[in-house]
């Protein structure tokens, strides 16, 4: 039996360049228009004067996007899934009330931190605050898995609804795991992505202690994350969610449904080196099974959104990556990474940059790294880099989106253009 | 003895709703009231106001129970 194509029929973002929204379309517009979501961020509740350069999605209302009382009994974390899954399940036109015969339609979303606010306010309060009674939602609001069943039980969606935890590739891997149950039969419809809300003091120390986060102040804070720069100090905490409703081919078809793209493939692999050390045979490993997988060779392939966080041995070791797989034809193909503008919100980057992936096929238009072309670091040369500003109105055919984490887990997904 | 305004008003921010205007039979859940939500809320109202609730005292289930939850805790000494 032929394996069911997945289309991709509905997206939805919320982000550092578009927090007043949900909407895919305005995300990929400030993309484009290599607007920086970054600036310095002092978080609630820090003991003493403390700011990072972060990712913050200001302007998010959950009141507004979700309603009360519900927002209230949700993790930032969640209100940022849920409202981007909702945004997601619009814009593919399906019905919102809980329809019968949803019993197979599923959701795979990722998470790094899940409730970490949630976890850091309960600890607050009991270690610090010495109270003997937490807020009674603490578990519920905090568990990892919250926002997948917030999903699922505001559409009605009674098969698979799982949760993955897999650092930086968290919501890649959901992807590629819905991908896979679209194409089996298993599912004809899944709302896929992933969603992290980091910014707790605590946490942010934690990264600090790493020493991987990028040194900033008000000034200088929207242009701290400089992926495959000479100039790059570390990479940007942030927050976000994105969705993704993927959806088997022939179905979209018959509903008449806007087809973005095609998810075609996905490849996974583990470093078995390091847990934080990058490895460029344990990522070119995944790029070449997401390539088999969508049956692609490098000649075909237009564009690649980089994981690229901008650390100094991280950006390097994936160009070097890049660069064994697509051999000749390396020089060709596009190469930016979108954090330099949404910064990077952990579990939910691979949703962030999958929709970042499918709208440049969708719009034939490639946003930028943010920066100066001529700050390109020598140890990150011999790609096509897209950097400075956006390269549009060349249709593109294939693009992969990266997601290498800590642990050593890496995640590829494959793109095709729709047509 | 706390000021009634200021409970009602409290909870009527934090659930979203009118609770003046609104029917007394109104079933809570029917107003995206569930019961995550009220637990969460009765939480608040004693952290806010100071009062204990009784933890025996069953949920509210309606508006008209809600309204007389909030005028046991007006009338109870923090």
């Given at each position: 039996?032929?394996?069911?194509?997945v289309?991709?029929?509905?997206?939805?973002?919320?982000?550092?360049?578009?927090?007043?929204d949900?909407?895919?379309?305005?995300?990929?517009?400030?993309?484009?228009?290599?607007r920086?979501?970054?600036?310095?961020?002092?978080?609630?509740?820090?003991?003493?004067?403390?700011?990072?350069?972060?990712?913050?999605?200001?302007?998010?209302?959950?009141?507004?996007?979700?309603?009360?009382?519900?927002?209230?009994?949700?993790?930032?974390?969640?209100?940022?899934g849920?409202?981007?899954?909702?945004?997601?399940w619009?814009?593919?036109?399906?019905?919102?009330?809980r329809?019968?015969?949803?019993?197979?339609?599923?959701?795979?979303?990722?998470?790094?931190?899940?409730?970490?606010?949630?976890?850091?306010?309960?600890?607050?309060d009991?270690?610090?605050?010495?109270?003997?009674?937490?807020?009674?939602?603490?578990?519920?609001?905090?568990?990892?898995?919250?926002?997948?069943?917030?999903?699922?039980?505001?559409?009605?969606?009674?098969?698979?609804?799982?949760?993955?935890?897999?650092?930086?590739?968290?919501?890649?891997?959901?992807?590629?795991?819905?991908?896979?149950?679209?194409?089996?039969?298993?599912?004809?419809v899944?709302?896929?992505?992933?969603?992290?809300?980091?910014?707790?003091?605590?946490?942010?120390?934690?990264?600090?202690?790493?020493?991987?986060?990028?040194p900033?102040?008000?000034?200088?804070?929207?242009?701290?994350?400089?992926?495959?720069?000479?100039?790059?100090?570390?990479?940007?905490?942030?927050?976000?969610?994105?969705?993704?409703?993927?959806?088997?081919?022939?179905?979209a078809e018959?509903?008449?449904?806007?087809?973005?793209?095609?998810l075609?493939?996905?490849?996974?692999?583990?470093?078995?080196?390091?847990?934080?050390r990058?490895?460029r045979?344990?990522?070119?490993?995944?790029?070449?099974?997401?390539?088999?997988?969508?049956?692609?060779?490098?000649?075909?392939?237009?564009?690649?959104?980089?994981?690229?966080?901008?650390?100094?041995?991280?950006?390097?070791?994936?160009?070097?990556?890049?660069?064994?797989v697509?051999?000749e034809?390396?020089?060709?193909?596009?190469?930016?990474?979108?954090?330099?503008?949404?910064?990077?919100?952990?579990?939910?980057?691979?949703?962030?940059?999958?929709?970042?992936?499918v709208?440049?096929?969708?719009?034939?238009?490639?946003?930028?790294?943010?920066?100066?072309?001529?700050?390109?670091?020598?140890?990150?040369?011999?790609?096509?880099?897209?950097?400075?500003s956006?390269?549009?109105?060349?249709?593109?055919?294939?693009?992969?989106?990266?997601?290498?984490?800590?642990?050593?887990?890496?995640?590829?997904?494959?793109?095709?253009?729709?047509? | 003895?706390?000021?009634?305004?200021?409970?009602?008003?409290?909870?009527?921010?934090?659930?979203?709703?009118?609770?003046?205007?609104?029917?007394?039979?109104?079933?809570?859940?029917?107003?995206?009231?569930?019961?995550?939500?009220?637990?969460?809320?009765?939480?608040?109202?004693?952290?806010?106001?100071?009062?204990a609730?009784?933890?025996?005292?069953?949920?509210?289930?309606?508006?008209?129970?809600?309204?007389?939850?909030?005028?046991?805790?007006?009338?109870?000494?923090?």
């Amino acid at each position: 039996m032929t394996a069911r194509r997945v289309a991709v029929t509905g997206l939805g973002v919320v982000s550092p360049v578009n927090p007043g929204d949900a909407a895919a379309g305005t995300f990929f517009d400030a993309l484009l228009a290599g607007r920086s979501g970054l600036r310095l961020y002092a978080p609630p509740a820090s003991p003493r004067p403390f700011a990072v350069p972060a990712g913050v999605c200001a302007g998010f209302d959950a009141d507004a996007a979700l309603g009360k009382p519900r927002a209230g009994t949700m993790d930032r974390y969640s209100q940022l899934g849920v409202t981007a899954g909702l945004a997601a399940w619009r814009d593919a036109g399906l019905a919102e009330a809980r329809d019968a015969g949803r019993d197979d339609w599923g959701v795979a979303w990722g998470t790094s931190l899940g409730g970490a606010l949630t976890f850091e306010r309960g600890y607050r309060d009991t270690y610090v605050g010495g109270r003997d009674r937490l807020a009674p939602l603490t578990v519920v609001q905090a568990m990892t898995n919250a926002c997948a069943s917030h999903l699922a039980l505001g559409f009605g969606l009674g098969g698979a609804c799982s949760t993955y935890s897999v650092a930086c590739s968290s919501a890649a891997i959901a992807i590629g795991e819905a991908m896979r149950r679209v194409r089996s039969g298993a599912a004809p419809v899944m709302l896929a992505g992933g969603s992290d809300a980091p910014l707790a003091f605590g946490v942010i120390r934690a990264w600090q202690a790493l020493q991987v986060l990028a040194p900033g102040d008000e000034a200088s804070a929207p242009q701290a994350c400089r992926p495959f720069q000479s100039a790059r100090a570390g990479l940007v905490l942030a927050e976000g969610a994105a969705a993704l409703v993927l959806e088997d081919w022939e179905r979209a078809e018959r509903r008449g449904a806007r087809i973005y793209a095609e998810l075609a493939g996905f490849g996974e692999s583990c470093d078995r080196s390091s847990l934080v050390r990058p490895d460029r045979d344990g990522q070119a490993r995944a790029l070449r099974a997401a390539l088999a997988d969508a049956r692609l060779a490098p000649a075909g392939l237009d564009y690649v959104n980089a994981h690229a966080t901008g650390t100094r041995e991280g950006d390097a070791v994936e160009v070097a990556a890049l660069a064994a797989v697509l051999g000749e034809h390396a020089p060709r193909v596009a190469v930016s990474s979108t954090k330099s503008a949404h910064g990077h919100p952990l579990g939910a980057a691979g949703a962030l940059e999958a929709v970042a992936t499918v709208l440049a096929l969708h719009r034939a238009g490639i946003p930028p790294t943010l920066g100066d072309p001529a700050g390109l670091d020598p140890d990150c040369t011999g790609l096509g880099h897209v950097i400075g500003s956006a390269r549009t109105g060349r249709p593109l055919r294939a693009a992969l989106s990266n997601s290498f984490a800590f642990g050593g887990s890496n995640a590829v997904l494959a793109f095709r253009a729709a047509a | 003895m706390q000021d009634l305004a200021s409970v009602y008003s409290f909870v009527e921010e934090r659930l979203g709703l009118d609770l003046k205007r609104a029917d007394a039979a109104a079933e809570l859940a029917g107003l995206g009231v569930d019961s995550l939500s009220l637990l969460e809320l009765m939480f608040e109202i004693e952290e806010k106001f100071g009062v204990a609730i009784d933890q025996d005292t069953p949920p509210p289930k309606n508006v008209g129970e809600l309204a007389a939850t909030i005028e046991r805790i007006a009338a109870a000494k923090p």
